[in-house]
């Protein structure tokens, strides 16, 4: 048995963020096939959701680059690589110090995920928490009502490319801790960072699943630099062409633009679907 595994964001989604109606043919192919497939992604479930309703993902799903696995059939997380108050309180610092809003996510209950914040400055950072709060509903509270014993699943925050660079480089010296970042979806001029435990990755979080399915092997598709770790785990890995060049050189290959549906079209001929 063959697992795929997804990552979304300039993958199995196009620029506008949806599945569009080929990919989705395909997915419905594959479902009737038999074969098995999922998702590993930066985002969190409740962001998501919206776009993977209604096109049979059954199986357990990656989130937050493997902080957490989602079980759909139960509900419920499982496999939870949570911060502590000690390496929270360090981002914290290091955010608010470069003028950055940090966004705090915690885990409570098997279902629940809640963003803490300090007061918001930047038009940017007042539209993550609308995103969050009124679209995806995440309950938003004050950063200092956060709990003394909250999960803490990652801290992210948005703003110029030079202070998000600066959290980079302290988030680097710390043991514990790895962090991301790219460019806003709200501009261009702005950059995105997510933080999170090191123990969590997307390659630890296949093995999970591949364990959790019983997968023998294991096929995978990313194009960004939280997919390296899911690359070096994976049996195939492919990604498109408006991945990144670090992420193709360590592909199988590399396949069809993300906004040409690169992905569905190579599954029809990997898996002898009808074109």
């Known amino acids: 048995m063959e ?12 620029s506008e ?14 479902t009737d096939r038999g074969v098995a497939y999922t998702v590993a992604t930066g985002r969190t479930l409740h962001a998501s959701r919206d776009v993977l309703d209604g096109h049979g993902f059954a199986l357990p799903q990656a989130y937050k680059n493997g902080v957490v696995i989602w079980h759909p059939d139960h509900r419920r997380y499982s496999h939870r690589n949570i911060l502590t108050t000690g ?19 915690t885990l409570e209950g098997d279902t629940d995920l809640n963003v803490y914040h300090p007061p918001l400055k930047s038009a940017a950072e007042k539209h993550v928490v609308m995103e969050y709060s009124v679209r995806r509903g995440i309950a938003a509270h004050p950063l200092a009502e956060i709990p003394a014993d909250a999960e803490i699943s990652n801290i992210s925050a948005i703003g110029d490319k030079a202070l998000i660079k600066a959290v980079i480089g302290f988030v ?14 709200e501009s261009k001029d702005l950059y995105w960072l997510d933080v999170h435990h090191s123990d969590a990755s997307k390659g630890g979080a296949i093995q999970t699943l591949k364990q959790l399915v019983g997968a023998e092997r294991v096929v995978c598709f990313g194009d960004s630099d939280n997919d390296a770790s899911m690359f070096a785990a994976a049996d195939e890995s492919y990604a498109p062409e408006n991945a ?31 074109g």
Not at 18 to 27: A, D, F, G, K, N
């Open 172 to 185: 680097k010296e710390q043991p514990h801790l790895v962090a991301y970042s790219g460019v806003a979806v």
């Open 3 to 14: 697992l795929v595994v997804f990552d979304l964001d300039g993958t199995l989604l196009n």
């Open 87 to 105: 390496e929270l309180a360090a981002v914290v610092s290091a955010c608010m110090t470069e003028g950055l809003a940090p966004f705090v996510f």
């Open 244 to 274: 990144k060049s670090t992420i193709k050189s360590l592909a199988t290959a590399v396949i069809g633009h993300h906004d040409q549906d690169g992905i569905a079209r190579f599954l029809r001929e990997r898996f002898s679907l009808p």
């Open 17 to 30: 963020s949806v599945i569009s109606t080929y990919t989705r043919e395909t997915l419905d192919m594959l």
